[in-house]
C-alpha cells in the first residue's frame, strides 16, 4: 500500500534501525547533490575546471562533489556552486513523510535547473497575483452578499462584528542566520 | 518517480540468496548506503549508470558491472550482469582494495554464478528489498 508518491508501507518498514536510516538519509543527500551538480554542469556545457573558475574552486573540489561518497562539503562551497549556477539553496529538516517525497525522484529528468530569470519570475509573479486578486474580489463580492442578507434579515447587524475582530500577531519566523547556523552545526 | 529498473540476486544451489546474506551480514552503515545505492540506480535506466555509482568492468570480467560505494574506508563492489534492458542480477559481493578485487577471484566467481542463473533463472531471486 502506497503512503505517498514512491513509497510505500514495506519500503519505510526497512528503516526501523536508527543508523542504517541516518545512512540512508546521508548518502541520498550526497547523491542528489553529486548527480545535481553533474547534470546542472553537463546541461550548460561546463567542464569541471569552467564550474571550478565561476565557482572560484580548483576542478579537484568539483570532482569531489561530484563523487557521491565524498563527505565533507560544507554549507560555504555549497552555496558557492549554486551561486555559479544563478541557482538559490535551499536547506531543511523536514517530516520524515516529506523527506521520502522531496528525494523520491533522482532520474536526470528531475534534475534540470533554470537560473535566475527577472522576466520568467515577473510573469509567474504577475500571474499569480491576478490569480489571488481573482481570489480576493470573489470573497469580497461572497462576504457583501452575506452583509446585506444578513440585515434583511434582522435590520440589526452592524458594527458589533468588528469590535470582535482580533488583530492576530504576526506568526515568530525563524531567521536565515538560525538556519545557516543549524544546519553548520549539524 | 516510479522505479525503472529492477535487481535480480544469485541463489546458490541450496537455495540461499546470497546477496541477501551477504547483506545481513553487514553492519547498518554498509545496509543503508547499499539500500540508498540501489533506489539511486532503480531511478535511472541501465544505460544511464555510470561513474561514479556504478562501472562496467573490463578484460576477463566483461560482461560484468560493479555497484560502487565506500563505507569507512571500505570500498564495497557488488557485481553483476545485465540481465534485460534494464535488469541487474547481483552474483557477488566483493570489496576493492588498492585496485584490486577481494577476495581476488571476485571476478571469476561473480562469472561462474552468472553461468548458473543463465543455465537456470530460477537460480535468481527478486531483489528482497523495497525500493519505492
Known amino acids: 500500500m502506497s503512503f505517498g508518491y514512491g513509497w510505500s508501507e514495506e519500503f519505510v518498514a526497512q528503516f526501523h534501525d536508527k543508523e542504517m536510516r541516518d545512512a540512508y538519509v546521508a548518502d541520498q543527500i550526497r547523491t542528489r547533490i553529486a548527480l545535481l551538480i553533474r547534470a546542472l554542469r553537463d546541461d550548460r556545457e561546463w567542464s569541471q575546471t569552467e564550474l571550478g573558475r565561476r565557482a572560484g574552486k580548483p576542478q579537484n573540489v568539483i570532482s569531489r562533489l561530484e563523487d557521491p561518497d565524498y563527505g565533507r562539503l560544507t554549507l560555504e562551497t555549497l552555496l558557492e556552486v549554486a551561486a555559479a549556477f544563478d541557482l538559490p539553496l535551499f536547506i531543511d529538516m523536514p517530516e520524515w513523510e516529506d523527506w521520502f517525497d522531496k528525494v523520491s525522484d533522482s532520474s536526470t529528468r528531475a534534475l534540470h535547473r533554470r537560473g535566475f530569470d527577472l522576466n520568467r519570475l515577473t510573469e509567474i509573479a504577475s500571474g499569480r497575483n491576478v490569480e489571488q486578486g481573482e481570489i480576493k474580489s470573489e470573497a469580497a463580492a461572497a462576504f457583501a452578499n452575506m452583509l446585506v442578507g444578513q440585515q434583511a434579515m434582522s435590520g440589526l447587524y452592524s458594527v458589533v462584528a468588528n469590535q470582535n475582530v482580533r488583530q492576530e500577531e504576526p506568526k515568530s519566523r525563524v531567521t536565515g542566520a538560525a538556519l545557516m547556523a543549524a544546519a553548520g552545526a549539524a | ?132
Not at chain 2, 537455495?15 to 548506503?33: F, L, N
Not at chain 2, 560502487?68 to 540481465?83: K, S, T
Not at chain 2, 534494464?86 to 585496485?99: D, H, M
Open chain 2, 1 to 132: 518517480m516510479p522505479v525503472v529498473s529492477g535487481f535480480r540476486c544469485y541463489v546458490s544451489p541450496d537455495g540461499i540468496d546470497e546477496i541477501r546474506a551477504w547483506y545481513d551480514r553487514q553492519p547498518a552503515k554498509v545496509r543503508g548506503k547499499f539500500l540508498s545505492r540501489l533506489r539511486t540506480l532503480s531511478q535511472l535506466q541501465v544505460n544511464d549508470w555510470k561513474l561514479l555509482l556504478f562501472r562496467w568492468l573490463h578484460d576477463d570480467c566483461v560482461p560484468l558491472g560493479e555497484i560502487r560505494f565506500e563505507v569507512q574506508n571500505v570500498q564495497h563492489r557488488p557485481l553483476g550482469f545485465r540481465a534485460g534492458e534494464n535488469l541487474f542480477t547481483i552474483t557477488f559481493c566483493a570489496r576493492e582494495k588498492s585496485n584490486r578485487f577481494v577476495p581476488s577471484n571476485a571476478c571469476r566467481q561473480a562469472l561462474g554464478k552468472m553461468d548458473e542463473i543463465k543455465k537456470d533463472f530460477r537460480r535468481s531471486n527478486v531483489l528482497w528489498l523495497r525500493l519505492e
